[in-house]
């Protein structure tokens, strides 16, 4: 049985956050700002003992499956979702990419 299951993925938008639940427990989350656009990825934290199991992985790409889901872009200032978009490169399409002379 993979450590993992049971897992789930939840848009909290009160905290701002997507969390990692397993029950009413909150393994790890990917922080956000929004905009009625664009999705900007903040932070990703996963608690230390679900580290190395794919957990941080599961949650990101759950993520960029609801933010694909609502038509929305990305705009990443976290490390970890940056590299893992990088690694995926069917979710490039998602990554927002300002045209001539548009600041952000």
Known sequence: ???LDGVEVIDNPERRR?????G????GWAS??????IIVFTHT????RW????LGSRLVQATLDHVRSQG??????????SDWINRHPDYDDLVYRPGP????
């Open 72 to 81: 929305m872009q990305v705009l990443s200032t976290c490390p970890f979702v």
């Open 101 to 104: 002379g548009t600041s952000y």
């Open 45 to 48: 934290e996963v608690s230390r």
């Open 24 to 27: 009413r427990k909150v393994l």
């Open 51 to 54: 580290e190395r199991l794919g």
């Open 1 to 3: 049985m993979d450590e």
């Open 18 to 22: 997507f969390e990692a639940r397993l």
């Open 32 to 37: 956000y700002d929004q905009t009625s656009e």
